[in-house]
């Protein structure tokens, strides 16, 4: 984005405009939020964060401008809608998804833009738990004037942001475990022949959910079976794709696999053991992919390890679209934030590998809630939250 100029200072600092009301900060911060949703999976290592500019123009609210946080993290979205607002800014509301920064790093904070445009009120839903954040940005606003109101939206802003939040608060991504299932309940046939569950509309829902994230990833189980590109393939949008994760204990994955073929022109990182062996590493690294290591636990890679790897290179949001197995071992630790069931109206009529085992089933019925069903052609797709 090309840079243009924050307004300079005008002579003295009026509104705020509009008059706070409650209604209002709800309205436009619900559109904060969509629109920091509109960048997800392109941001990371940084959230993908919503901003509006409103001032007022005698006949009621006006919207001045908005940003978003720009692909790679940078700039963020408060500072694009600033730069965009220019001199209107002065007086105006600012309304952002989440805390303004107000440390120095690759920028200057965007708390110091935020007091040379001359906004007179700062509406966020949530306070940043970076620790190099939390709390500051609001703080230094307040002590230098600006009126701050935070928590509008606020549970609808930790869903948006959560991939952040758990980042930096736990020290691994979000993740996302998708499973498809034929209406008899099975996820793979038994002999491991390919099985093709959902039709055209819910492979494309798929792959929105996939350009969303910032990793998909797959266990070498589905790999060796089904050897698939993980790419986006969405007109428009082919150059979302995020980087594909293979959970590969011992590198198995094979030579001729597309994700090692492919390797150069979308990243493929595939984790494994420590003992795994370097001969394996070197003909897959030669291919391009990035080979890195974990410790082990019951002889495979341990997932949680894997998971603050992930988080260790800015990962935030993962798409598990991987087997029964892996799905039954992100369980097992509680690694699952979402789950996203998609069943077709077709069944297998011979018995299959089901879908949801009996750690799903438990942790489904326990410790998750049906937040969202949408019905896609002859598929449903289910999205489960954590209770
Ligand atoms: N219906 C669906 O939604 C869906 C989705 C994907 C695949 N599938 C089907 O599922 C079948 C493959 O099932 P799958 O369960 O083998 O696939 P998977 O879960 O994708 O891969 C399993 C492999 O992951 C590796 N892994 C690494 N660390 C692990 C750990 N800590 N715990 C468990 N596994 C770990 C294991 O191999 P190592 O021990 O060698 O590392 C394991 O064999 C195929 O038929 C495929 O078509 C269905």
Request: charged share 25%.
């Amino acid at each position: 984005m090309s840079a243009v100029p924050l307004a300079s200072p005008g002579p003295e600092r009026s509104g705020p405009w509009p008059a706070p009301d409650a209604a209002l900060d709800e309205r436009f911060m619900r559109m904060a939020l969509a629109l920091g949703e509109r960048h997800l999976g392109l941001t990371w290592p940084n959230p993908s964060v919503g901003a509006l500019v409103v001032g007022a123009d005698g006949e009621g609210p006006l919207i001045l401008a908005q940003g978003v946080t720009q692909p790679g993290g940078r700039p963020h979205a408060e500072r694009i809608a600033l730069e965009n607002a220019g001199a209107s800014a002065r007086g105006a509301t600012l309304y952002i998804s989440l805390e303004p920064c107000s440390h120095h790093g690759r920028t200057p904070p965007c708390v110091d833009a935020i007091m040379t445009t001359g906004v007179a009120r700062v509406v966020t839903a949530l306070e940043d738990p970076d620790p190099r954040v939390r709390g500051r940005g609001h703080q230094f606003l307040r002590d230098r004037g600006v009126e701050v109101v935070t928590g509008v939206l606020a549970d609808a802003a930790r869903r948006l942001h959560r991939g952040h939040i758990l980042r930096t608060t736990e020290g691994r991504p979000a993740v996302t475990l998708k499973l498809a299932q034929t209406a008899d309940g099975s996820a793979a046939r038994l002999s491991g022949a390919r099985l093709l569950i959902t039709g055209e509309r819910s492979n494309c829902r798929t792959h929105l959910i996939r350009a969303h994230a910032d990793a998909i990833m797959v266990g070498v189980g589905t790999v060796l079976a089904d050897d698939p590109q993980l790419t986006v393939r969405l007109p428009g949008m082919e150059d979302w794709s995020p980087v594909r994760v293979i959970l590969d204990s011992r590198l198995r994955t094979p030579a001729s696999a597309t994700l090692a073929v492919t390797a150069r022109e979308a990243p493929t990182w595939i984790i494994c053991t420590e003992d795994a062996p370097a001969e394996a590493e070197r003909r897959l690294a030669a291919q391009g992919a990035e080979v890195m290591r974990v410790g082990a636990r019951d002889g495979r890679l341990d997932v949680p390890a894997a998971m603050r790897l992930l988080a260790g290179r800015g990962i935030t949001r993962v798409f598990s679209e991987g087997g029964p197995s892996c799905a039954e071992v992100l369980v097992a630790h509680d690694l699952v934030d979402e789950f996203a069931v998609a069943t077709s109206s077709s069944r297998l009529n011979e018995p299959g590998i089901p879908a949801i085992g009996p750690g799903l089933r438990t942790a489904l019925s326990n410790r998750f809630m049906l937040v969202e069903t949408e019905e896609l052609g002859p598929d449903r797709l289910e999205l489960y939250e954590r209770a």
